[in-house]
């Protein structure tokens, strides 16, 4: 039984070889087309209804091979973390990676930036805790300005949250363009700190000449 990476290869040439036929026959209609007449032997009525014809077809087949071309590019660069196949090559930042104190009354917080040019942008990741009686933490993705008003106490739009104090859990969050903060909190404890072990990952799409 084939492996995922040798079926993606065999996919991946089987493209290739797909834009290569696509493109010689482009060349064998050019080629066959007859050579132009003097200019005494030209008719003066303008082009005619054939060649427009086959103006149209020759443009159909390039932007066929450039549609193939970007496919399969795209498709075959980049890391592959699992994210549905699209155009472009896929990218992944980390954020958060390793064990972190979180003292009594405090929070932490990992502020990152989604650019125009990171398309399809989802922050993802897992976290574990332990200290005190509940080994709980609270953990949100907001925006700067509302994970500032979280941190602080006040009211505050999130984009994710955990329902409440949680021992271990996962996040998989969708983001447009901004800047975010992926912020874990304390301060619901007065005496006790917290280990918390996290893992963060910002995955993406860039698309080559944009």
């Avoid at 159909?60 to 699209?86: D, E, K, R, Y």
């Avoid at 993802?124 to 009686?133: P, R």
Wanted: aromatic fraction near 8%; glycine fraction near 12%; hydrophobic fraction near 40%.
């Amino acid at each position: 039984m084939l492996t995922p990476e040798e079926m993606a290869r065999i996919e991946a040439d089987e493209r290739r070889k797909h834009a290569e036929e696509l493109y010689r026959l482009a060349i064998r209609q050019k080629l066959n087309q007859p050579a132009d007449r003097p200019k005494s032997e030209r008719p003066s009525s303008g082009p005619s209804f054939a060649n427009y014809l086959t103006g149209i077809g020759v443009l159909a087949l390039v932007t066929v091979i450039v549609l193939l071309a970007v496919n399969f590019f795209g498709s075959s660069g980049g890391s592959n973390t699992g994210s549905p196949a699209g155009l472009g090559i896929e990218r992944a930042l980390g954020i958060a990676s390793g064990q972190i104190f979180i003292p009594a009354g405090a929070n932490t917080n990992y502020r990152f930036t989604v650019t125009p040019e990171m398309h399809q942008a989802v922050l993802s990741g897992s976290f574990s805790a332990s200290g005190g009686t509940g080994n709980d933490i609270l953990a949100i993705v907001a925006t700067e300005g509302e994970a500032t008003n979280w941190m602080n106490g006040h009211q505050a739009m999130v984009i994710w949250q955990t329902p409440g104090r949680e021992t271990t859990g996962n996040f998989n969050v969708h983001l447009g363009p901004g800047t975010y903060c992926l912020v874990f909190g304390n301060k619901f404890s007065a005496f006790t700190g917290k280990q918390v072990s996290v893992t963060a990952t910002l995955s993406y799409r860039t698309i080559p000449g944009f």
